[in-house]
Nanobody
Framework: QVQPVESGGGLVQAGGSLRLSCANS????????VAWFRQTPGKEREFVAS????????NYADSVKGRFTIARDTAKNTVYLQMDGLQPEDTAVYYC?????????????????????WGPGTQVTVSS
């Protein structure tokens, strides 16, 4: 059973950095595509970044390109989201999501309905 859990959220000033971690407490993440989404109250969940297990496909939302970096450490069964140059509009609950991709042929999709496993989320707050 894959069960991702996010960590690393917190309060940071504008221009600062945070690194979010998505650790899998169950089976290995090694054959799963993983994505980060974020959501603020009253808004739909928004795609942030995604990566498939063999690094052949990575996608970023336009709003975070050049500031955020997604990476995975297979040995640690963890996917990271390095967030630099944070702005108040990045404030949200950040969720890690996963979908099985045993052949590694997936395109690391950007739509939330493509993912069927979700973590509980971690709050990121950026002050101005």
């Amino acid at each position: 059973q894959v069960q991702p859990v996010e960590s690393g959220g917190g309060l940071v000033q504008a221009g600062g950095s945070l690194r979010l971690s998505c650790a899998n407490s169950g089976r290995t993440f090694s054959r799963y595509t993983v994505a980060w989404f974020r959501q603020t109250p009253g808004k739909e969940r928004e795609f942030v970044a995604s990566i498939n297990w063999n690094w052949r496909s990575m996608n970023y939302a336009d709003s975070v390109k050049g500031r955020f970096t997604i990476a995975r450490d297979t040995a640690k069964n963890t996917v990271y989201l390095q967030m630099d140059g944070l702005q108040p509009e990045d404030t949200a609950v950040y969720y890690c999501a996963a979908k099985s991709d045993p052949l590694g042929l997936g395109s690391a999709p950007q739509q939330s309905h493509e993912y069927n496993i979700w973590g509980p989320g971690t709050q990121v707050t950026v002050s101005s």
